[in-house]
């Protein structure tokens, strides 16, 4: 098996990482030269899908006081996502939550922060219980219309596209790169994996614990999607002296703390895993075995306990078996 | 001429008995094999397939708790030193090359 040509670097608040192997045809660009190309697309994805820029095609859309806002097809896909997600999740993956995320303090990128000790959040944190959507629904009132090329939403309801960004990205990439032997696109823990090649000799992907940073378990991929959500990189404390991290409980508008702290899901592909590790993480172990239970994923409890759920087998080290050389 | 004449007249010729006899002979073992093939087969009973069929059954699906305990690492930064930067983006390298290790899902 040929190796994979690896690049990383800094997009989207995270680490992107991208592994290509031979292309397909002699047509296509060599693999270096389209890790290039893919790290301007993911670039520009940042670019122009930023909450936090006023400059970006979705800051523009949320400040336009119009009720129909021509967007790009690159806008019009994400915003539909972020819609996809909250229908596929019953509302608890909600891209409206802006309000309520800048409320308890998320109001500009945390790139670069040091966060707060989970350990200490967790001792602070009030009873555990799983989150519920909001009664409000209001994700149901974005409508996107491909075909004269505009979203519509009541003024003033703005939109959030983080929560899905970087499983799009990665299934947009993964996309892009079809015509190559094997590739993994890594888009800060989202992952989209792909590849005729992979699909003889599967790809290893580890997980990570998010209290020690050491691998849980390592997980064999022939393709589609596999992602992690956890409350130990974006927390922080607040003035009053509690603490709060991004993923909210759209009943409540506060973070919720639902007895996990990490949650890795599979699907086929990496905009259904982010969704699916998401509701995990805000449903609890409960709802996270439901939620899990088709595609397979590993959750990680507030006292440092993994399951695992679903078809994962807990039969040893893959890398040991061989997997890992084809990395 | 005459050669030639004479070849066609010996390709007519009948098959001897004992010809008969080894190609009925043969045909009869070949469909017998081919039936008890079959027989097997059908039965379920492929040797080729034995070793699959006893690889299929998954083993039972077991769920495994494991206790992590937290390490922590105290820094002591003095007061005036610069905040230090997220975990993650310690470990990125801006460089191209190959793969040497294996992709991680984490927290982002």
């Keep these: 098996m040929s190796p994979l040509y690896d690049t990383s670097f800094r ?80 509302g608890l993956v909600d891209p409206t939550l802006v309000d309520e995320v800048e409320a308890i303090g998320y109001e500009s990128s945390q790139d670069g922060c040091t966060p707060a000790p989970l350990t200490v959040a967790l001792a602070a944190a009030p009873a555990r219980r799983p989150a519920r959507p909001c009664s409000e629904e209001r994700w149901r009132q974005i409508e996107i219309d491909h075909e004269r090329g505009v979203v519509r939403r009541p003024p003033g309801l703005r939109i959030d596209t983080g929560g899905t960004g970087k499983g799009l990205a990665a299934d947009a990439v993964a996309h892009r790169l079809r015509g190559y032997t094997r590739f993994v696109v890594d888009c800060g823990g989202d992952i989209a994996v792909g590849g005729v090649g992979c699909e003889l000799e599967p790809i290893a992907i580890e997980v990570e614990h998010p209290l020690t940073g050491e691998c849980v378990h390592t997980l064999r991929l022939a393709g589609g999607g596999v992602a992690t959500s956890g409350l130990n990189v974006r927390i922080w404390k607040r003035s009053d002296g509690t603490f709060a991290h991004h993923l909210i409980d759209p009943s409540s508008g506060e973070p919720v703390w639902s007895g996990l702290i990490g949650a890795t899901a599979l699907a086929p592909s990496a905009l259904e895993a982010e969704t699916l590790a998401k509701l995990a993480l805000l449903t609890g172990p409960e709802g996270a075995r439901r939620a899990l239970a088709d595609h397979g994923g590993v959750v990680v409890h507030d006292d440092g306990d993994v399951e695992l759920i679903g078809p994962v087998h807990a039969d040893g080290d893959l890398a040991a078996r061989g997997l890992g050389s084809a990395a | 001429m005459t050669d030639r004449s004479a070849g066609r007249g010996r390709s007519r010729e009948p098959l001897s008995r004992a010809a008969l006899c080894a190609i009925w002979a043969t045909l009869a073992i070949f469909l017998a094999l081919l039936a008890l093939m079959a027989t097997r087969v059908a039965s379920g009973e492929d040797p080729a397939l034995r070793a699959r069929a006893a690889a299929t059954p998954l083993p039972p699906r077991r769920v495994l708790v494991r206790r992590i305990y937290e390490r922590r690492v105290i820094v002591h930064l003095p007061p005036d030193a610069p905040p230090q930067p997220a975990q993650a983006s310690q470990q990125v390298s801006a460089s191209g090359g190959y793969a040497s290790s294996l992709p991680v899902t984490r927290t982002s």
């Design chain 1, 11 to 90: 997009s989207m608040g995270s680490d992107v990482r991208l592994m290509i192997g031979t292309p397909l045809l002699p047509t296509l660009a060599p693999p270096e030269a389209a890790a290039a190309r893919e790290r301007g697309y993911v670039e520009d994805f940042a670019r122009r899908l930023s909450r936090f820029r006023s400059d970006s095609e979705l800051g523009a859309l949320n400040a336009d006081p119009a009720y129909e806002v021509r967007a790009s097809l690159l806008l019009r896909t994400a915003v539909a996502a972020g819609v996809w997600a909250a229908e596929r999740s019953c």
